[in-house]
């Protein structure tokens, strides 16, 4: 979609995260393995938000660089798309860019975790430390483990990738929040896919969304540190929901300001892991809306699968 | 108010509803026959689990963001859950456990695998740690309840350990159930034997079960619960002694 110069764009996408290291890695004297950026582009046009948990299993002894290149990759591989997809006829083909994004990601991801082993190899320490030196030799990328959750906005479409642990969520105007995302029913207490897996490619789950027919304000993805903590299983919808409402209420830049601080206290209270949250919000949206629903609003999980 | 005007604001309330420490379920599955009345083994089993649990408290406190909880099901004739729920590790009590009857494994392990289901079993859970406790060999269909468990992802996940109890225990029995399987039963052949063994799993396991090093995905297989390394490392001998018959198990 091209949107001619003055006129007003039906979608303004702006992103905002923050990671913060767990009570309990400060404990074991682990760095903050989680890793969360966000970009946007042409006055709003499109935004991307990714946030990544390095594998805390010791064989990924550099889970918490694994997890920056893959924010990275991501991030890289969102941009990509919009520069190549920007100019062609038709406007934003979703549904290709959700297939090839997962493809895109994980060959990036790869391909900078072994230009940092042929620059840095793995240290004598660091397979000491690993517990197993002769798995972690046979397949050093396995050091660098980690999960990666993506959400791509551009116009009027959301596509949403993932791999591992960890949720994301989209909040409508009429504050019912769904997942974007099937759920994976590998993942299991502390078990995880990984991108330094051979399957990573078939471990990716991917969808796009049509954001004008399903009313979709927020987008919010976390790890699984913060997701984990709540009491209730639906405690991360209800978050997400919190959140959209309070951007409605205080604003965008009041809750950023705030988050490092909940997501701090919420990890302590709960896993005690890292916790890591980004919004992908479209300020459009939230301008435009007039009146927020009543505080009982039900949460669907629904999900567009 | 203007969004981002917070002036007038209340305090932001944090996002989300109540927010707790994650639940580890830890079951011991006691072989409560009838060889286990002889030299005095169900009272050594009972001893051995009242001495270990300040041990396994002292874990489960270096590990505030995890929950313990904690299950006993004795396996007889016909398997049973001691006491009606789930008992946080701070409220435990030991059950002073009686003796008498065959060797009904399978009914114990079908009755864990129900608790293993999800739900009962929250999804944000830790892998849950079963510790299988027997001095004899299985005398129903333990193979075909084995199996059904580990259909079950938290039957598949869980770190299942085994003490053998006495000589007689069998250990290929056993060795089915372990989940990690280059890892042999914990041998207990006298009560000191089996007070050291309880105690390890009730806190080197406990401790390795609770921590955020546990779990990851390689090659699309999960690894061990536990990584090798720490289980080989810390795993305790079973010591020269016997005070255990050699009777067969009931």
């Known amino acids: 979609m091209t949107t001619s110069p003055g006129a007003r764009d039906a979608h303004r996408w702006a992103a905002f995260g923050a990671s913060v290291r767990g009570s309990a890695h400060v404990r074991e004297a682990l760095p903050n393995q989680d890793a969360v950026g966000c970009r946007s582009g042409d006055s709003g046009r499109w935004a991307v938000t990714a946030v990544a948990d390095g594998h805390g299993h010791s064989l990924a002894v550099r889970a918490d660089r694994g997890a920056h290149l893959a924010v990275d990759a991501a991030l890289e591989a969102a941009r990509s798309c919009w520069e190549a997809l920007r100019g062609q006829a038709g406007g934003f083909a979703a549904a290709a860019v959700a297939e090839e994004l997962p493809t895109v990601m994980a060959t990036s991801w790869m391909a900078s975790v072994q230009r940092d082993l042929a620059e840095a190899p793995l240290t004598a320490s660091e397979l000491a430390s690993s517990g197993n030196a002769e798995a972690l030799s046979s397949y050093p990328e396995t050091a660098y483990g980690t999960t990666l959750i ?3 906005a551009v116009a009027g479409s959301i596509v949403t990738c993932q791999i591992g642990d960890g949720d994301v969520v989209a909040v409508k105007r009429d504050g019912t929040v769904f997942r974007l995302l099937p759920a994976d029913t590998r993942l299991v207490g502390t078990k995880t896919t990984s991108l330094a897996s051979r399957s990573a490619l078939s471990d990716f789950r991917a969808s796009h969304v049509d954001v004008d027919s399903e009313a979709i304000e927020v987008v919010v993805a976390a790890t699984d540190g913060y997701v984990n903590s709540f009491s209730a299983e639906d405690g991360f919808a209800a978050a997400g929901r919190d959140l959209w409402r309070l951007i409605h209420e205080v604003g965008a830049s009041s809750v950023e300001g705030a988050l490092a601080s909940w997501l701090e206290s919420t990890s302590t209270d709960g896993t005690g892991d890292d916790a890591t949250l ?6 459009v949206g939230l301008e435009d809306t007039v009146r927020l629903p009543d505080p009982g609003t039900t949460i669907s999980d629904g999900g567009i699968l | 108010m203007q969004p981002g005007d917070l002036s007038d604001a209340p305090e932001l309330t944090r996002p989300g509803g109540v927010v707790s420490a994650r639940p580890l379920y830890f079951f011991w599955l006691a072989d409560c026959s009838g060889s286990m009345i002889r030299d005095g083994r169900i009272q050594a089993l009972n001893n051995a689990a009242a001495e270990a649990l300040p041990h396994m408290r002292r874990v489960a406190k270096d590990n505030p963001n995890v929950d313990v909880i904690v299950r006993v099901l004795r396996f007889s004739t016909g398997a049973q859950w001691v006491g009606d729920d789930p008992t946080p590790l701070a409220r435990f009590v030991w059950p002073p456990l009686q003796a008498g009857g065959v060797t009904d494994l399978g009914a114990a392990i079908r009755l864990l695998t129900e608790d293993l289901r999800s739900p009962p079993m929250p999804k944000r859970a830790l892998s849950p740690v079963v510790v299988l406790l027997s001095d004899g060999r299985p005398t129903d269909d333990y193979e075909l309840a084995l199996r059904n468990l580990l259909q079950l992802p938290w039957g598949q996940h869980a770190v299942r350990l ?15 159930f372990i989940s990690d399987p280059n890892m042999a039963p914990l041998e207990a052949n006298s009560p000191e034997a089996l007070a050291r063994q309880m105690r390890w799993v009730s806190t080197v396991a406990l401790d ?8 990851m995905v390689t ?3 999960h690894v061990r619960n536990i990584p090798a390394g720490l289980l080989s490392e810390s795993y305790p001998s079973a010591g020269p002694e016997v005070w255990f018959d050699d009777e067969p198990g009931s």
């Open chain 1, 150 to 152: 993506v959400a791509l």
């Open chain 1, 278 to 283: 980004a919004i992908l919000f479209d300020d």
């Open chain 2, 162 to 176: 085994a003490v053998a109890i006495g000589r007689d225990a069998d250990r290929d029995v056993l060795r089915q």
């Open chain 2, 208 to 215: 390795a079960a609770s921590s955020p090093r546990v779990g």
């Open chain 2, 219 to 221: 090659e699309s297989e």
